[in-house]
């Protein structure tokens, strides 16, 4: 009961929350799609918001409470068992539950990208916005080179097999003996190995994109010096 009133105010203080950020966000909306309807927010939100606010507080509790009434008096009052049967927290890295953060950067990166493309870049279109469009299409070239060079980090424990079994099959089948061990060397400094991959896979990258950069800008000069001053041969 005192988890459920305590729960009380939070819903009134949510439902009020949610009623101004509602106003705010319809009101862009309206402006943007000239357009306009009621501000309230809708019965379904309403009972939403509500029930769980009232509802998970008390499901919280549940466990707990199940928790403490499957002891007996004797061992709720036994001090000694008490402070034996304490809970332990223990830590456990993304990593173990197969989540690498590799993967979740890519991820984050393809969402970012996919938002960026499919709505800021038509609003520059539909405001004529040149520069901001230019300077997002840059930005989407540098952050596709980035997400290349990190998704090719994915690949790099493979392809290093690959070396190695390329190399002690072709040049080095005197070494066949000790290729456990250069597997195991590998293994133990792939962190550092990932690290050197990257910034070296960066500055050929920034090589090649500045390249090409100066290689456009070259051609829109001379496309703009031909349009301005005309062409070598002029017919009357």
Same mark, same amino acid.
């Given at each position: ?8 105010p ?20 309206y ?36 928790q ?76 596709? =080179? ?5 998704? #090719?980090? &994915? !690949? /790099? ?6 070396? +190695?079994w390329?190399l002690m ?28 991959? =990257? ?5 050929? #990258?920034? &090589? !090649? /994109? ?6 456009? +800008?070259?051609?829109?000069?001379e496309?703009e ?7 070598d041969?002029?017919?009357?």
């Open positions: 009961m005192q988890s459920f009133f305590y729960s009380v939070g819903v009134i203080l949510g439902i009020g929350v949610a009623f101004v950020t509602n106003i705010f966000l319809r009101y862009f909306i402006v943007f799609a000239h357009n306009t309807s009621s501000f309230e927010l809708t019965p379904m939100s309403l009972w939403v918001g509500i029930l769980f606010g009232l509802i998970m507080p008390m499901l919280a509790i549940l466990l707990p409470i199940k403490a009434l499957g002891k007996n008096l004797r061992t709720s009052l036994d001090l000694n068992h008490r402070t034996n049967n304490e809970k332990s927290v223990e830590v456990q890295k993304l990593e173990d539950l197969g989540l690498s953060p590799n993967q979740t950067l890519v991820g984050v990166m393809l969402v970012v990208l996919g938002f960026i493309t499919y709505y800021v870049v038509p609003l520059t279109f539909y405001y004529q916005k040149t520069q901001w469009f230019l300077f997002i299409f840059d930005l989407l070239l540098v952050m596709i =080179i980035i997400g290349l060079t990190f998704m #090719s980090v &994915l !690949i /790099f424990e493979f392809v290093e097999k690959g070396f +190695l390329i099959n072709t040049c080095c089948r005197r070494d066949r003996k000790i290729s456990d061990v250069i597997s195991k060397n590998l293994d133990g400094h792939r962190k550092r190995n990932s690290k050197t991959s =990257i910034m070296f896979t960066l500055a050929i #990258s920034f &090589l !090649i /994109f500045a390249a090409s950069s100066f290689s456009l +800008l070259a051609g829109l000069i496309g010096v031909i349009t301005i001053f005309g062409a041969l002029y017919i009357d």
